[in-house]
């Protein structure tokens, strides 16, 4: 471009041309922006710098101010819309915590019960005069302070409203995590719980806190599901496994692939399988949709916003009737490329 | 408060949790046995002493409350303490009702655990003792005679000798003999004695 001006010095468009240099140099840039923008995007051809009108000039210059305007609204439209769903993410997370309370109270009640236990002990132990037992009961209250601890960051981990953050994690970890919470729900409910948790995971790159909600809103799911059945076994079952490609055996399986993410992929699949009543056919569609719920004190937040944390994430997740009988939701999660060893 | 032959059961499936009792009990010099599971509970063998069973309400499998059901039904008369990081009221009542000896909340006061356990081994000696004097009972018992036995349970329903042998139609000297061996036998000091032997028997009195 700069060739071209400097050979035609006074040659856009032959006449009624800016006097400054400047001027002209702006507007042949824009000329050229929007015309390489026409070629790409429309297969317009390109304009030609020496027989371009100052007007069309002009023209050019009012096209890409509108095409930046609007590039920037969409920007700010989006962040907009992620903000929400962060927020919308947080109270359902929260609520979700909220049905759990009686579950974890019961859990750090745990090492409550077992520190005072140990205290007593010591004390009984002092007065025995048995300075070994005394130290070693002390250590196992320490034990059970620091588990109490951990207990409760992780709980305020989840209760906490943070930006999404990016994490190396270890999914079965993040499931075990999970498991530990419900533990008490699932025992209340009599369900009785089995994993199966592949020992070759590999790294995912995700956000712990998003992800975590999503096992757990799959697994409250299940045992409120669950919790209907009268006779026969209330099971749960929990997976992870590493796949290439997403399965797709069944017709309600994962949405086609628009061949931009690649199904092809090594993914990591996580599995929670009830054997509960199992999805309403007719209900089957709507059931990722916003306010769509079975139940009576739901939101029917939980599942939509599930599906956005995994679709964020570049993976899906889809339901299916069980084989035999009761729900399974399974959700995919590309391995990444850029993975750092 | 300190005694060797006394055993403590605890059944948590949280390990700390277990581990807590354990070191609990045994500073106040009790002999403890932990166990994860109502089931590993269950197929253990257990040594023939005083003992109490300290008792999660919920566990993984069977619960704290079948386990209970479990014991009643199989005639395994052991007191329980039941121990619970949450227990609702008719839980509680439940438990209760079925014959737990205490509920006790976690966080429990130490020292409440260790009162309760120590009434629990109580009730369990006083049970035991009572249990191996009315097997002793029986078996003197089994001793009489079948004449011995319809001798007794006249003799103890308030008839006078002369009626007993009216009724059985032997002499009243042929009375007298077998009341003598049944006294004997039975290793009872009075009549008054030999009546609250055939209560705790159960020996009917018969009709005619």
Known sequence: MEAVLKQHPRAIGGRLLPKSWRTRTRLA????????????????????????????CTACAACLALQKRAEYERKRAEEALQKAQAELAHVTRVTTLGVLTTSIAHE???????????????????????????????????????????????????AKKAPPQKDWLDLNHAIGEVISLARTEVQNNQVSLQTQLSNDLPLILGDRVQLQQVILNLLINAIEAMSGVRDGPRELWVGSEKVNGIPSESEQGPPEDKGLSGAKRT????????????????????????????????????????????????????????????ALFQFALPISQERIS | MMETDALVFVVDDDAQ?????????????LRVELFSSAQEFLESKRPDVPSCLVLDVRLP?????????????????????????????????????????????????????LDAIQQALDRDRKARDQRAALKALRSRFASLTSREREVMARVVAGLINKQVGAQLAMSETTVKVHRHQVMEKMEAGSLPELVRMADKLGITVPKS
């Open chain 1, 29 to 56: 840039g824009l000329v050229e922006a929007v015309s390489k923008r026409f070629w790409t995007q429309f297969k317009i051809p390109r304009i030609d710098l020496n027989a371009c009108s100052y007007s069309l």
């Open chain 1, 108 to 158: 750090i009640n745990q090492p409550l019960g077992a520190m005072v236990n140990n205290a007593g002990a010591c004390l009984r132990w002092l007065t025995a005069q048995n300075p070994e037992e005394a130290r070693r009961s002390a250590s196992l209250v320490i034990a059970d302070g620091h588990r109490a601890g951990e207990i409760i960051s992780r709980i305020r981990a989840l």
């Open chain 1, 267 to 326: 993914h990591v699949l996580v599995a929670v399988r009830d054997s509960g009543p199992g999805l309403d056919p007719t209900g089957i569609g709507s059931l990722f949709d916003a306010f769509y719920t079975t139940k009576s004190h739901g939101m029917g937040m939980g599942l939509a916003i599930s599906r956005s944390i995994i679709e964020a994430h570049g993976g899906r997740l889809w339901a299916t009737a069980n084989v035999s009988k009761g």
């Open chain 2, 17 to 29: 949790m277990r581990e807590s009792l354990r070191n609990l009990i045994s500073s106040v010099g």
């Open chain 2, 61 to 113: 499998g069977l619960s704290g409350l079948d386990l209970q059901r479990r014991t009643t039904e199989a005639g395994m008369e052991i007191p329980i303490i039941f121990i619970t990081g949450y227990g609702d009221i008719p839980m509680t009542v439940g438990a209760m009702k079925a014959g737990a000896m205490e509920f006790l909340s976690k966080p429990f006061r130490d020292q409440d655990l």
